[in-house]
């Protein structure tokens, strides 16, 4: 475990997007729409699932980050302001 600021932590996870080849992460953000803590368990690049079409927005626009949830069989979005902890390629980032 490693504490480390805001900026550590999302340009891990936007790493881990990029160069993460699918691989499983884990992160704990806090909700816009309600201010509730969710702790995510997916993967980034995930195209089984999408039904077609265009998005309305574009993500980073927002600072979000799209990703496939496994728990829930669907996708969300990480805004990467309100990260609270972030675990890639075995290593825990906490947020101070």
Not at 60 to 77: I, M, Q
Not at 78 to 93: F, R, S, T, Y
Request: aromatic share 10%.
């Amino acid at each position: 475990m490693r504490i480390v600021n805001i900026q550590e932590a999302a340009k891990a996870l936007t790493n881990h997007l990029k160069n993460g080849n699918g691989r499983v992460f884990s992160a704990c953000y806090v909700k816009r729409s309600d201010g509730k803590e969710r702790v995510a368990n997916g993967r980034f690049n995930v195209v089984a699932h999408l039904k077609g079409g265009e998005r309305a927005y574009k993500p980073s626009d927002y600072k979000l980050v799209t990703y496939y949830d496994t728990n829930s069989a669907g996708y969300r979005s990480i805004p990467l302001d309100a990260l609270k902890w972030v675990q890639v390629d075995g290593e825990k980032l906490v947020v101070a």
